[in-house]
């Protein structure tokens, strides 16, 4: 199942709508931006849940996928979108979280949810710069026995992310580059 263009210029539309704010802002690395994408303002959105969930699961189509998971906070709305669109398309995909530090209590659980030892995964996230958060996952989803075939994500800054994955040897692909949004 192709993407639906009519699917990803909605999404293109809310980003721009609820999710893009001008304005001097920090960014996580310390360096500063005129605009900051607050995608969890689309990923818990109701239609934009529904439209990333759709897309994303469309982009896997074809994949060796088994579950699709990243790390929290930006991940976890569209881990539950991708699952949620997988069941209803009758390819259900578990999903799973990755945490910035091991849980002190309970379990003591690095990664919650459904990664088996062996399976082939996705790993999404909102918003990319450096890509260095998601490499940090990746690392823990390795370390837990998944192997990461694609990392998918709905925009991407276009600063340098691409290049680490791919240094790293990820295929990487994001619904939308700032670019697209018409943001520099």
Same mark, same amino acid.
């Given at each position: 199942?192709?993407?639906?263009?009519?699917?990803?210029?909605?999404?293109?539309?809310?980003?721009?709508?609820?999710?893009?704010?001008?304005?001097?802002?920090?960014?996580?690395?310390?360096?500063?931006?005129?605009?900051?994408?607050?995608?969890?303002?689309?990923?818990?959105?109701?239609?934009? &849940?529904?439209?990333?969930?759709?897309?994303?699961?469309?982009?896997?189509?074809?994949?060796?996928? %088994?579950?699709?998971?990243?790390?929290?906070?930006?991940?976890?709305?569209?881990?539950?979108?991708?699952?949620?669109?997988?069941?209803?398309?009758?390819?259900?995909?578990?999903?799973?979280?990755?945490?910035?530090?091991?849980?002190?209590?309970?379990?003591?659980?690095?990664?919650?949810?459904?990664?088996?030892?062996?399976?082939?995964?996705?790993?999404?996230? %909102?918003?990319?710069?450096?890509?260095?958060?998601?490499?940090?996952?990746?690392?823990?989803?390795?370390?837990?026995?998944?192997?990461?075939?694609?990392?998918?994500?709905?925009?991407?800054?276009?600063?340098?992310?691409?290049?680490?994955?791919?240094?790293?040897?990820?295929?990487?692909?994001?619904?939308?580059?700032? &670019?697209?949004?018409?943001?520099?």
């Amino acid at each position: 199942m192709p993407v639906n263009p009519e699917y990803r210029k909605r999404l293109m539309e809310l980003i721009q709508r609820v999710g893009v704010r001008h304005g001097e802002v920090k960014l996580s690395k310390g360096g500063t931006s005129s605009y900051y994408i607050d995608c969890r303002m689309v990923t818990t959105h109701p239609e934009g &849940a529904f439209l990333i969930g759709e897309i994303i699961l469309a982009m896997l189509e074809g994949e060796a996928v %088994d579950a699709v998971g990243g790390p929290t906070l930006g991940a976890d709305p569209i881990v539950g979108a991708v699952c949620y669109a997988s069941y209803c398309h009758n390819r259900p995909l578990p999903g799973f979280l990755v945490r910035k530090a091991t849980k002190e209590h309970g379990l003591q659980k690095m990664i919650e949810g459904h990664l088996n030892p062996g399976a082939k995964v996705a790993v999404v996230e %909102d918003v990319f710069t450096t890509g260095g958060s998601v490499l940090e996952a990746i690392r823990e989803v390795e370390r837990a026995g998944g192997a990461v075939v694609r990392v998918l994500g709905i925009v991407d800054r276009l600063q340098g992310a691409r290049e680490r994955f791919e240094a790293a040897g990820y295929r990487f692909t994001p619904i939308f580059t700032k &670019a697209d949004l018409g943001l520099e």
